[in-house]
């Protein structure tokens, strides 16, 4: 089974404790492509073993209230982090924003003209991918962009909403949406659109998407956790983050 197998497993099925070399890391899905390259850095730097399990921030944090043996948490917000802290299953002083996150308006059709707002509108059959904004903050972002341009009727019964940020990914790159609000990270490398074309939403059109990582009370005294999160805030790996996005602000 691939690495990425493995972590989705240990996602449900919860091993009892990470060996005194491997790591369980939880992260947003918005992360998953940066996260494998700074997992591979760190491993080739370390005797250390990553294993990550992706998914919504909002599932995760459901996982980790649950008991999931997760030490570090890799939220696509701050508010969760937050509240692992508040209820005790977070270590105090330890969380940090390791990146600022943006939309994007995508289309996977490398013929098609860049999308903008206008787009929302012009087609009443248009389906559009967002994450699902209860549990997703990219997609709470992309609803709160709708609502900004106005657009939150011409929209009305045509968004496709996915578990999270990958799977509206996938209903775009799939052809079951013809647009998706993704986040900047699934679709720009070094600057440019891989695939398709996209709009940057103006980071004036929603909240900010701080975010914040914070070690679980049960890796208090995890010396390897401190030492991954200390290598992600190094200024190396935060030139990696930006070539897939993301700010530092």
């Known amino acids: 089974m691939n690495r990425l197998g493995l972590s989705l497993l240990a996602a449900y099925l919860w091993p009892l404790s990470a060996t005194a070399d491997e790591l369980l890391v939880a ?14 850095r760190f491993e080739g730097q370390t005797v250390h073993e990553v294993e990550v399990a992706y998914g919504s ?3 995760l944090f459901a996982q980790i209230s649950n008991g999931a043996p997760f030490q570090i948490f890799f939220s696509a917000d701050q508010d969760k982090p937050e509240r692992l802290l508040a209820s005790g299953l977070a270590v105090p002083g330890t969380s940090f924003t390791y990146a600022t996150g943006a939309l994007v ?4 059709d490398d013929k098609a003209v860049v999308p903008d707002p206008s787009a929302l ?3 009443p059959e248009l389906r559009i991918a967002i994450a699902n904004p209860r549990v997703a903050p990219y997609g709470a972002a992309a609803l709160e962009a709708i609502e900004s341009l106005a657009l939150s009727e011409a929209v009305s019964g045509r968004l496709v909403l996915g578990e ?23 679709v ?6 891989r695939k398709g074309s996209g709009w940057e939403v103006p980071a004036n059109l929603h909240a900010p998407i701080r975010q914040d990582a914070v070690l679980l009370t049960r890796a208090r005294d995890c010396q390897p956790c401190q030492q991954f999160m200390a290598f992600v805030q190094q200024p190396e790996q935060q030139a990696l ?3 897939w996005g993301y700010r530092f602000d």
């Open 241 to 243: 983050l930006a070539g």
């Open 57 to 59: 921030s909002g599932r």
């Open 105 to 108: 308006l995508w289309n996977a």
């Open 27 to 40: 992260s947003a899905s918005n992360f998953s492509a940066p996260m494998a390259q700074l997992v591979l």
């Open 121 to 123: 509108s012009q087609d």
């Open 188 to 193: 720009v490398r070094d600057g440019r659109v």
């Open 164 to 186: 999270n940020i990958a799977q509206a990914y996938q209903f775009v790159d799939s052809g079951n949406a013809s647009l998706g609000f993704v986040a900047k990270s699934q």
